[in-house]
């Protein structure tokens, strides 16, 4: 029987019911979800918020032991787990194991964190001997509890005990999950290890419970709602940006951490092709197809020079790209926008498509390349945008200038990739100060997908990229997200 | 001849001046400001976006020199500048010497950050010796051209040069000042010692401008401009709420680090009056009137036990309180704002005023308390308001539990004061977890003003004490404002 999962209960009260779809086999899958009512949000609300002062003044080697028991859940429930994942996303079981792994271990990353020696002091400045200076020492300490949004395209490790529950549980911080309505099944799923983990210690049930909705009344009133102190969000702009606009409209506003995707720019420098575009072409064809293009750290957008080395590059990813698997996208409707991106960048762009010719799977995500020009992309806007899927635009440059024109004409990223050798990067400094502003994480020579899960770890960029480019959503120090500091004066 | 500075140079390009005002003598000013027009406006914004990146790249060692510099041409023009203060402020020349040895020895606290081994290194994780993991290093960069709003009250310390500035610049973000209207003859000389220190340096005099508006228009025209990466702000909450609506109305939001005033509440624990009566009014009646308490640190609202230990205090509180000096307000419209803040409250309220009876300065700030109880605070909203000047509100209450369910009703704060005795802290610990979450520092058995500046100090509380409570705005720690955090992958 599924339902919301209020404080360790399973809850049915409402009568609107909604179904997830299984991509691999174009149809909908048969367990129906009970949208949570009114009722229900105002008590998973009112039971978050009266957990949050226990839970924000326990001891953070017992939050510890909770992340671990989670862990330990998840691991006894994996087989079932994956059947629901794979069911609810057309993922390949392969994938799954990739990031149920990440998942799990995640957990062992926070729990060692929470771990540390005085985990939560910031900084102590001594008194003077007289007493006329006060003594202070600056902690951190838990912000309140907190909403969470699933993300569609991670079932696992962005979803409900993803990376922003997570991070909040080890805070202090009570977690109520609005479930992401492609995968609630799989989320209901891990929802349960969350609450047999729970059971297991002395913390009350109300520091986790899960809503279902296949629309946006319940996201709605969780934001608006003065009990909530902080969200987390993995998805589109336009669903990232409401979000904000919506918790900053309260009278208390509140931080929302949403991290809204990227196009990911690769700036690619003359010399660097010269011996490696093979390797290269080789990384990015499978950077741009794995799992069809479905990852916010995706490599959407190339600066390569026009050159002989550069077209040939191209030549080569072109040829690679096409000979790589394809996969079945998540849900019809990001099959639907992932085509209608595709054609308003070629209804618009004088460039060329070079694109895989036949589909072999349902609902497949047919990978491509749109070959243009650096001048083109100063002029069109809809090159810059994100096309969420197997899909990238290339952009010959003619000079290092009109390169950094492009580059001062692109938006905040989560990353930006540089292609160079030593030399180049020595001689264009002025271009690398520039690149320090566009995006919050950096990659020499190599491709940004598989983000490192780990403390020095930013995912987070500029504005429209996240929200809060000060925050990462990835690693551990992505709890800072939801403390904030405090000093006692003369105690403690 | 005065006028707004732009990189260095005096510009008066407008017709429409604005006078200062001479609290001391209730007169006007006699020097004329003229208010910048659009074009000022727009070379100003133009000249900071230029010199950003490479003040953004230069080395801090060489940041560091830049305040010490500053520093330099402030102490050499102490003599005028303390002439231009007591002329525009009202504040006395003893206070004058207070706030000029702070902000002289912040500028000594940042420059000495700045020299800090590895400052901008936050943190690194090696790769793994296959190769198959990268190496990520995390540092700190700073976010662009910052606007900075000077302070009525603190027309050194937190304006021109104030904590903003200096936080600003030695992050490496150019600054552009909206001088206060009240002050602009002492914003203006502090702003001819910066423009000094920055000739004799290698930097872009665009790293500094100063403009004068006594009206909106100026701030409206800098917080919306694409160019301006950031705010730090001093002031009312309505000005504050209102800078940081209009930057989240931008199509690229910004952060506003907006720090808009607190009534700083006072709990005082039973066993705790035995002993200190005497000692705690003698510090609490200063800390009140204090340069007529125009602090945004200044205790606002006590919670005393309703007992003859409590009543004893209130009346030894109350006669010290009347005995104390008064002194002329910084304006005439801070003067009726605190008087009509005042009637609201008796309006409102069935409490009893306690008061100087006569005025024996200009513009005085006349001291006083109002004494009513914690049932009363319960219902009526008006008490917990912050009333600019030496001015405190008393509520009685009858046990912890009201206490309690006082403390719960009270918003963001920037400090929280708890008098008590160690056992009644010991015994209070479930109060204790609830004022964690009111404030951005407690402060046990002492005063919450006289902020001490450094490392460890947060000066930053929940909102609507701060629009920002993760970040301080006294202290080196200021600085994070005005950075964010970038990974370098495989490089560096």
């Known amino acids: 029987m599924f339902g919301n999962q209020i404080a360790g209960k399973i809850s049915c009260e409402g ?3 909604f179904y997830s779809f299984n991509p691999s086999l174009n149809q909908q899958n048969t367990s129906a979800f009970p949208i949570a009512t009114n009722e229900e949000v105002e008590h998973a609300l009112a039971i978050s918020k009266n957990s949050f002062y226990s839970f924000s003044s326990s001891k ?3 939050r510890s032991k909770l992340l671990e028991l989670i862990a330990e859940e998840l691991a006894l429930n994996k087989s079932i787990i994956a059947k629901a994942y794979c069911k609810e996303s057309g993922l390949l079981l392969s994938r799954f194991e990739i990031e149920f792994k990440r998942t ?3 957990l062992f990353l926070f729990s060692n964190f929470l771990k540390t020696p005085n ?3 910031l900084s102590e400045t001594l008194g003077d001997q007289k007493n006329t200076l006060p003594h ?5 300490v838990s912000i309140g509890p907190i909403v969470v949004f699933g993300a569609s395209n991670f079932p696992l490790a962005y979803s409900t005990i993803g990376g922003d529950t997570v991070s909040a ?3 202090g911080c009570p977690v109520i999950v609005k479930a992401h309505p492609f995968h609630p099944e799989t989320s209901f799923l891990v929802g349960e290890a969350i609450n047999n983990a729970i059971s297991k210690t002395n913390f009350s049930r109300g520091i986790f419970s899960q809503l279902f909705d296949n629309q946006y009344s319940v996201a709605h009133k969780l934001v608006l709602d ?3 102190k902080g969200v987390g969000f993995t998805g589109s702009y336009i669903g990232g940006k409401a979000l904000f606009d919506l918790a900053n409209s309260r009278t208390i506003p509140i931080p929302v951490f949403a991290e809204m995707g990227s196009v990911n720019p690769v700036f690619v420098f003359p010399n660097s092709l010269q011996e490696k575009s093979e390797e290269w072409s080789s990384l990015f064809s499978k950077s741009i197809t794995n799992d069809a293009g479905q990852f916010c750290t995706k490599p959407g957008l190339f600066f390569i020079p026009r050159s002989e080395n550069g077209k040939r590059f191209v030549s080569m990813l072109s040829e690679k790209l096409i000979q790589e698997p394809s996969f079945t996208m998540l849900h019809p409707s990001i099959h639907f926008n992932f085509e209608k991106k595709k054609q308003e960048i070629l209804d618009q762009s004088k460039g060329e498509l070079i694109e895989k010719k036949e589909s072999t799977v349902i ?16 002029e069109i806007e809809s090159l810059e945008k994100e096309v969420f899927g197997p899909f990238a635009v290339i952009c010959y440059y003619e000079t290092i200038n009109q390169l950094k024109e492009c580059t001062e004409k692109i938006s905040g990223q989560l990353t930006a990739t540089i292609l160079a050798t030593q030399e180049e990067l020595i001689e264009n400094q002025s271009f690398l100060f520039l690149i320090n502003h566009l995006a919050g994480r950096i990659i020499f020579n190599n491709v940004p997908t598989g983000v490192r899960v780990c403390k020095s770890m930013h995912h987070g960029g500029p504005f429209p990229a996240t929200t809060d480019s000060r925050y990462t959503a990835v690693g551990s120090d992505s709890i800072l997200r939801f403390m904030r500091p405090i000093v006692y004066q003369d105690n403690y």
Chains 1, 2 share one sequence.
Do not use: M
Not at 136 to 140: D, E, G, I, M, Y
Not at 363 to 378: D, I, K, M, P, Y
């Open 15 to 17: 009568k609107r019911i």
């Open 60 to 62: 953070p080697s017992d």
């Open 104 to 106: 799990y271990e995640q």
């Open 119 to 121: 985990f939560e002091l």
């Open 136 to 140: 202070l020492v600056k902690k951190h």
């Open 169 to 171: 549980l080890a805070a």
């Open 226 to 228: 003065n009990r909530i």
């Open 363 to 378: 609902l497949e995500g047919r990978q491509g390349l749109f070959v243009t020009s650096a001048s083109e992309f100063l």
